[in-house]
């Protein structure tokens, strides 16, 4: 799975800090430090709000 999707969905709410980190398989300290390594991206954000809730699925 693509991280940056695994972020943004933990941004977005869809997941808690420690269901991202073991989707990613990493321990909840590296978490945030990946966070900082994949800042949001505000286009995405804009598009993802567009789209159905279907589409997110």
């Known amino acids: 799975m693509d991280k940056r999707k695994v972020i943004e969905a933990y941004r977005r ?3 808690t800090p420690q269901e991202c980190a073991q989707v990613l398989g990493v321990e909840g300290s ?6 900082e390594d994949f800042p ?3 286009r995405r954000s804009i598009a993802l709000e567009n ?5 997110l699925r």
Do not use: E, N, T
Not at 30 to 35: A, P
Not at 51 to 55: E, I, L, R, V
């Open 51 to 55: 789209q159905p809730a279907s589409g």
């Open 30 to 35: 590296h978490l945030k430090r990946m966070l």
């Open 13 to 15: 709410g869809f997941l």
């Open 40 to 42: 949001m991206d505000p």
